[in-house]
């Protein structure tokens, strides 16, 4: 394993509260970096954030071997027989997957809710490996990528020919009102300053455009479960985490108009594999990841249909906002 220096982060990012410890003995679950990691909370504006957290010139180790530019550990063999039992076990939850909403909620997170939305100009902030923006190319979108991870946006720019910027969205220079819509997938919850890169979000997106956000929701059913072996802390990658109320409120003061903040529970079933594997100190074996698909895909829909008894305890938080 590796380590990485940190500092202490006694006070809310966002408001400056002391808050209270909320979660203690978090590990990378990627089991590259070493020691424990805690996040608090504050009552004042509800975020969770890391304390202490890596100092800012460290963090580019903690993305030394993310899933953007490394390789699965597990054999092609294993990975094939995975693959193949996924399918089966999809195709088996397939009629309560419809019948439940949650196959037409991850078709639409999968054009991050802007599938009906004529297509114009679009920046992905945090884009990763590009498949999203490959994806909304294709249906007439003209298409740009901003990521801190310098090789992630190369292999984005040389792969499909996509215009992709380094480091934070501030910082890069991009023309005021250029785009009619601005993604942030899995991002938000990674940033240093993230009221700051909503407000530049507002100033590079057209009037009336679209700010469309996902992110792990701390207050989510997999996160009461599980506890510290949530996978959705993802310490220390993840500098802070939000629920509905308090994303929504960040939003609005960056000077957003809420359209939508809700909670989504498609995909859950990974999120809920992961935790246990966490939890239990391991992969398993072979059978006993399989066995654990089913028992996932099982989750993903109790954890939907509870949405109208217990609102908001979905696995990751939507947020849809435009500028005035």
Not at 124 to 142: A, H, I, T, Y
Not at 191 to 205: I, M, V
Request: net charge positive; hydrophobic share 35%; proline share 6%.
């Amino acid at each position: 394993m590796n380590s990485i220096s940190s500092e202490p982060r006694p006070s809310c990012p966002l408001c400056g509260g002391s808050g209270a410890p909320a979660v203690s003995g978090v590990r990378d679950p990627d089991r590259q970096l070493d020691g424990d990691w805690s996040f608090r909370h504050c009552d004042g504006c509800g975020v969770y954030w890391l304390d202490p957290a890596p100092l800012p010139q460290e963090m580019w180790k903690a993305y030394a071997t993310y899933h953007t530019h490394t390789q699965k550990r597990d054999s092609r063999l294993l990975r094939s027989l995975l693959s193949l039992a996924h399918r089966f076990i999809r195709l088996a939850w397939l009629p309560s997957v419809i019948a439940s909403g949650l196959k037409r909620e991850a078709d639409d997170l999968r054009f991050m809710m802007l599938g009906s939305e004529k297509p114009g100009r679009l920046l992905d902030v945090g884009c990763g490996g590009g498949r999203f923006l490959r994806r909304m190319q294709k249906r007439g979108w003209q298409v740009v990528g901003t990521d801190f991870d310098e090789q992630a946006t190369r292999k984005v720019s040389d792969r499909y020919g996509i215009e992709t910027h380094v480091g934070d969205l501030p910082q890069c220079g991009l023309p005021a009102a250029s785009f009619d819509a601005i993604t942030l997938s899995q991002a938000i919850e990674h940033l240093y300053d993230p009221k700051a890169t909503l407000q530049e979000c507002l100033r590079l997106l057209k009037p009336g455009g679209l700010l469309v956000m996902t992110t792990p929701n701390a207050a989510s059913l997999g996160a009461q479960e599980f506890g510290a072996s949530w996978r959705g802390w993802e310490a220390p990658r993840h500098l802070q985490l939000f629920t509905v109320e308090s994303l929504a409120a960040l939003t609005q003061q960056a000077g957003f108009d809420i359209v939508e903040a809700r909670t989504c529970s498609a995909g859950s079933a990974v999120v809920y594999r992961v935790s246990r594997e966490i939890a239990e100190g391991g992969l398993g074996s072979g059978w006993q990841r399989l066995s654990m698909l089913s028992w996932s895909h099982g989750k993903e829909l109790y954890e939907q249909r509870a949405q109208s008894m217990q609102p908001h305890t979905g696995q990751n938080i939507l947020v849809r906002a435009r500028k005035p």
